[in-house]
Structure formats: structure tokens, C-alpha cells
């Protein structure tokens, strides 16, 4: 997994409530059976039209924002547990993901693969997407080690929360999978006392 | 002693270690795959070099892209034929029980375990697929997991996790006449909303829950996570250990009547405190439809659509062709779908066999009945249920996940109306630009013989 520190990018401004899994990747795309290529397809039917062409309307076709920050509205990635989404979403260059509250299964993915789910205050979302849109140069701060996203040149800063586990294991690249298999002896003696 | 909820009961019985100030080891007994999250695992643990630490307790089943004709035909799709493929050599190599496309036992994983006894009280079981609550019915911890943490419990048998706060919905008194679990569910998401539930793990409790089958139980835990929560749980009762005797995998003759004497000790303390509690009354209960498109924007069959000024409410409006403050009786409906995890078990086609008997189908529609296993599809056969299906003009498929989310060739049209049984009505779900009505398997099959939404409680005798 790759590590994650600090960043400061200008950031894309998705303001819309409940994104679910199925917009952020569709079911139809999940046959793949590795994990590349999710990222040319991320909101695909909100970024296509059904004859294939780019919807100028939606925000990540409009030329005037970029960046590897997406500002999303509350509840984003609720549905489906489709680690797919996740993989959608880093494919296509987002390595952190700011909105007013997560679903869990995909605040749990998202950590999995190296991209932040940085959960702010209603208000906080608020001035950061109305302040995006008003100039989408506003660069944002974000520092996993201090836990806070700021926007540079302002004082509009908060602090965010994380599980100190899974803080260590984003700073360092760590995944789950290491840490289960070096206990495997407790593991062992668990299922050879098992209470139930 | 502390009192402690049934959650906490089998929570704390499953806890191999706790990290200080961080996540724990919880053990899992049952891991159910299935072809779409789980191939990616299989190859994390390959290219590590790390062997399948417990393949006899994971369960495999083919059932998000597999088609509902033809099943003994080759799969015309090369992408999804190949991910079949993959799950079939993936279990082959690693010894792994897999129910694949056409044996008896294959079918919705959600369905097909449960009906198999592996889903048992008191256990905890995970599953790359967010429904995997629905097990939560039996008194199991049960919940959906991404694919990195299939490829943990592949490797370990175990998950790093924190565990949730605990929340419990009471709901008490006599349902009304035509509504079921499904109606509750949905009433109860639409009063709660779909993140009321996220960070926690739900109990249901109540006369309500304690009076419906297991099959009822199912529907309403499957929808859990459609108000945010990972997991729901009712409390194992003789309901419980009758459904559970004598399945294929559940403990036989003195070992079965030891699990029940402990599975007895886990119900919820008298006194135990949640950290979130919810009543409802069963009497203001009513079918339920949706008008948008998140499981939480439903209301009664007799209401209106709310006004609300919220851009993303009207976008959703604006997405379903609804207005604010308009009611759904007698729009036209051009399919019905009565399947998926939430609805295909056998009661659920009972009720649907029971209401279109002696009635047709509306010739506007096109009515998709898919059973939820091949063991539900026999049943059907058996019961002489497709006799009704078919006089009426409805179609019964082969069993699989279908127009749920339309992975496979079951897709509902551009801009089409579909009542559908199935857990979510997000945009496009049911295939492009389609747009989904969540409602019970009474309500579907009173859409498809009327051709449009009736209120189905003036239609009961």
C-alpha cells in the first residue's frame, strides 16, 4: 500500500449528498478480476452520456477544477460493499476524499488502498465546497500526522479524527494482512479454546 | 456480572486480542465468496505466497453475474464466463466448497446458506457483499466486508476491527393486514434515514420480529445497511432452532441440542443498555413504497411525495420523473421484479402465488420472477406455485442476484418504472437510467396484474 503523509492540491468539488457505490463505480463494470482500470470508469453515468459522450455538466468534465481532492457531500459511499469503488476512485488520481460523514464499509476500503477519508463538520464542508467553487486555485492542506485539513492561505482549519492503528498503517504503507498473519499462534490457541 | 447485549455476547465470545487504543482481532467462522469480490483476493494471496489459512470454513457460490436462462448453457458473456472461471479454479486450488452455476445447492449467497444450515446462532460470518446482514436473522454477527478483507480473512480467518456502538429498533403490536417484513424495514429506514444506523450494529426487537418466520426475520436484516448499519440481529428463539434443525451443515442430534441449550443463554439482558434506542408502533405501519433514490425516501402506499427544497431530495425527483406532493397510486408500471436477497425465498413467492392466483398479468408488463436458490426454485415447482406463475403470465427464472443490480442481461430499459423486492433504488441500479420502486413481493405482484400502483389495502379480502 502506498504510504501517505501530507498533501496539498487544488481539490474537485462533487457537491451532492448520499454518492453511493453504484454511481461512484457501476455494477456492470465489476467483472474485472484485477483491480486496474476502475478509474476510467469512476461516476461513469454521471460523467458520460448514454451515446458514450463526455455530460459537460457534470464537475469532473468541467476544465476549470483539478486536483487529487474530492469534496464530496454527506453520507458519501453509502451501498454496496464494492471494494471496486475505492479502486475507482484511486485509479483515477484521488488519493484523499473530504466530506461531512462516511459510510463505513467504504471508510474501511478506502484506508485499505492508501486513500484518506477525511471526515469535517457540516460547516467546514460547506465553506470548503463554496470556497472551491468560488475559486478553484484554493489549494488544501492536508496533514495525516497532525490530523488537520486546512485551506492554504486562510485561516479555515480543522482538525480530523482516525484510528491511531490505522493512522500508523497510512503513514507507513502497512496493511492488515501483516499484522493478522503475525499473530497466527494467538489465532491458533483461540480456536483450540473456543467458548462457544 | 455486566449485562450485555446479544451483540455483546457473541462480540466478546469472538475477540482473539485487543490492540491498545486500536482495533481487535475478531475470529470468524464462516466465510461466505462469491465470483465478484473475491478474485482479487485470491490474487493478493498468491502473489504473497500466503496459503489459505481455513478453507473449510469458507463457502463458495456463483450468484452476482450468472444468467437466469439457459443455465446449462455456456455463458455468452466472455467477461463474466471468465469470472466464473476464476472462482471455480480459485476453489478447485485451494479446497474450497463451491456451489457453482447449476448445482442444486447454488444460489444467492444469502439464500443458499441460510437454507443449507452454515448460517448458525451465535457465529460470526463475513462476506464480500453488503448484505451479508441478512444472516444477522439467525442471532450471527454478519456483515459485509471489502475485498482486502477477504484476502485478511483468507490469510487469517480473522478481521482487524473496532467494534461498533449498538443500537436497537423495538417494534411492538399487531401489522396490519397485506404489510410484511418487507413494509417494516422500509418504514422503519424511511423514518430513520439511510445513515442512521452507520457505526453501529442493530438489534431488532419486539413482538413484531418475534412472531415472523426466518424468512421474515431475513428481509429485514438484509436492509440494515440501508440505514448505514453493518450488521442487524434477532434474537434466536424456537423459531430459530427450528429452521436451523436438520439442514445439511447444522450439528445433528446431541451436538444440536447443546448448541441450542447455549444458543438460549444469548438474547439481550434484561436491563442491557444500547447506546441508541427506536420504537415503533406495528399499527402505523402500512405497505410501503419508494419515490426516489436512496431506500430511505419511502412512505406508505396511501401518502404523497414530501416537499423538500434539498438540491440532492430534487435531483432525486427530477431522476424518478416525480413531483413533489404527488402519490403513486395508479402510475403505470411497465416491469416487476420479485427477487433478490431481500425477497426470493419461498414465502415470498407463496405471497406473490396466493395474490396473482386466478388473475392475469396487465399485458403492459413484463413481471421477472427469480428464485433466490435452485432449492427455492424446486420448492416453487413442488408447491405448484409455477402453475399459478404461469397461467398468470409471469416468468420464472433461474436463480442468481438478476435485476437487483443488473450485472448480468437482466436490465430494466432507460426511463422505465420498475417495482421491484430488492434492497435498493439507487440511480441506475437496475440498469441504465432505470428507475426503481422498493416494495414488498404483495405489492409487486398487485403492480404487475394491475399494470400499475394500486393501494393494495382496499384490494385485500
Request: aromatic fraction near 8%.
Amino acid at each position: 500500500m502506498e504510504k501517505f503523509t501530507t498533501l496539498k492540491s487544488t481539490a474537485i468539488p462533487l457537491n451532492i449528498e448520499n454518492v453511493d457505490t453504484d454511481q461512484i463505480i457501476p455494477a456492470r463494470f465489476l467483472k474485472a478480476t484485477d483491480k486496474k482500470g476502475f478509474g476510467d470508469n469512476v461516476f461513469r453515468d454521471w460523467r458520460y452520456n448514454k451515446d458514450g459522450s463526455e455530460n459537460s455538466e457534470f464537475i469532473l468534465n468541467d476544465s476549470k477544477y483539478s486536483g487529487s481532492i474530492l469534496v464530496a457531500g454527506d453520507n458519501f459511499g453509502c451501498g454496496s460493499s464494492r471494494e471496486h469503488a475505492a479502486w475507482a476512485i484511486v485509479g483515477y488520481g484521488f488519493k484523499v476524499v473530504v466530506s461531512s460523514f462516511f459510510a463505513d464499509i467504504f471508510k474501511g476500503n478506502a484506508l485499505n488502498n492508501g486513500l484518506l477519508p477525511v471526515q469535517v463538520s457540516e460547516t467546514f464542508l460547506s465553506d470548503l465546497l463554496s470556497k472551491i467553487v468560488s475559486n478553484p486555485e484554493t489549494e488544501i492542506d492536508v496533514n495525516l500526522e497532525k490530523q488537520t485539513i486546512s485551506i492554504v492561505g486562510s485561516d479555515t482549519s480543522e482538525d480530523f479524527e482516525i484510528d491511531a492503528y490505522k493512522k500508523t498503517c497510512m503513514i507507513n504503507g502497512y496493511d492488515d494482512i501483516d499484522y493478522l498473519i503475525n499473530n497466527k499462534e494467538q489465532i491458533e490457541a483461540f480456536e483450540a479454546h473456543k467458548i462457544y | 456480572m455486566s449485562k450485555k447485549t446479544l451483540f455483546d455476547k457473541v462480540w466478546d465470545s469472538h475477540v482473539v486480542s485487543s490492540i491498545d487504543n486500536g482495533p481487535q482481532i475478531l475470529y470468524i467462522d464462516k466465510h461466505l465468496i462469491h465470483e465478484v469480490t473475491s478474485p482479487q483476493a485470491f490474487n493478493e494471496l498468491e502473489d504473497r505466497g500466503i496459503p489459505i489459512f481455513r478453507p473449510d470454513q469458507i463457502v463458495a457460490t456463483a450468484d452476482h453475474n450468472t444468467p437466469t436462462l439457459n443455465q446449462d448453457q455456456p455463458i455468452k458473456d466472455a467477461l463474466s464466463r471468465n469470472q466464473l472461471e476464476q472462482l471455480s479454479e480459485n476453489c478447485r486450488k485451494n479446497n474450497i466448497t463451491l456451489y457453482e452455476l447449476g448445482h442444486q445447492y447454488n444460489g444467492i449467497v444469502h439464500v443458499m446458506a441460510p437454507e443449507l444450515g452454515v448460517t448458525q446462532p451465535g457465529s460470526t460470518m463475513v462476506c464480500g457483499d453488503s448484505h451479508t446482514s441478512t444472516h444477522g436473522a439467525f442471532g450471527a454477527i454478519a456483515f459485509g466486508i471489502g475485498t482486502s478483507q477477504v484476502a485478511q480473512v483468507f490469510a487469517s480467518q480473522c478481521l482487524l476491527l473496532t467494534k461498533p456502538k449498538s443500537l436497537r429498533v423495538t417494534v411492538n403490536g399487531k401489522l396490519q393486514h397485506g404489510v410484511l417484513p418487507k413494509d417494516v424495514i422500509l418504514y422503519i429506514i424511511s423514518k430513520l434515514g439511510t445513515n442512521s444506523g452507520t457505526g453501529y450494529f442493530c438489534e431488532y426487537a419486539g413482538n413484531v420480529f418475534e412472531e415472523m418466520s426466518m424468512e421474515g426475520r431475513m428481509t429485514v436484516c438484509n436492509m440494515s445497511i440501508e440505514m448505514g448499519a453493518r450488521g442487524g440481529m434477532i434474537a434466536p428463539d424456537e423459531t430459530t432452532f427450528e429452521y436451523v434443525k436438520g439442514r445439511k451443515f447444522a450439528p445433528q442430534g446431541e451436538d444440536f441440542d447443546k448448541k441450542v441449550d447455549y444458543w438460549k443463554t444469548l438474547p439481550t439482558d434484561d436491563g442491557a443498555q444500547f447506546d441508541k434506542e427506536y420504537h415503533f408502533e406495528a399499527e402505523d405501519i402500512e405497505p410501503m413504497v419508494t419515490y426516489g433514490t436512496n431506500p430511505g425516501m419511502g412512505i406508505k402506499i396511501s401518502e404523497t411525495i414530501p416537499v423538500d427544497e434539498n438540491p440532492s431530495f430534487k435531483k432525486s425527483l427530477a431522476y424518478m420523473n416525480f413531483e413533489a406532493g404527488e402519490s403513486l397510486i395508479n402510475k403505470p408500471i411497465n416491469f416487476v421484479f420479485i427477487g433478490s436477497c431481500t425477497n426470493s425465498r419461498i414465502e415470498d413467492f407463496r405471497v406473490a402465488a396466493d395474490f396473482i392466483k386466478g388473475k392475469k398479468k396487465a399485458d403492459n408488463v413484463t413481471a421477472w420472477l427469480v428464485p433466490g436458490s435452485k432449492q427455492v426454485e424446486a420448492q416453487i415447482i413442488e408447491e405448484g406455485l409455477k402453475v399459478v406463475f404461469d397461467e398468470a403470465g409471469f416468468e420464472l427464472r433461474q436463480p442468481g442476484c438478476s435485476a437487483c443490480l443488473a450485472m448480468n442481461d437482466d436490465k430494466i430499459p432507460q426511463g422505465e418504472y420498475c417495482v421491484s423486492t430488492s434492497n435498493r433504488n439507487f440511480e441506475g441500479r437496475q440498469g441504465q437510467g432505470s428507475r426503481t420502486i422498493l416494495a414488498s413481493p404483495l405489492v409487486a405482484a398487485a403492480t404487475a396484474v394491475e399494470g400499475k400502483i394500486i393501494d393494495i389495502t382496499k384490494h385485500l379480502n
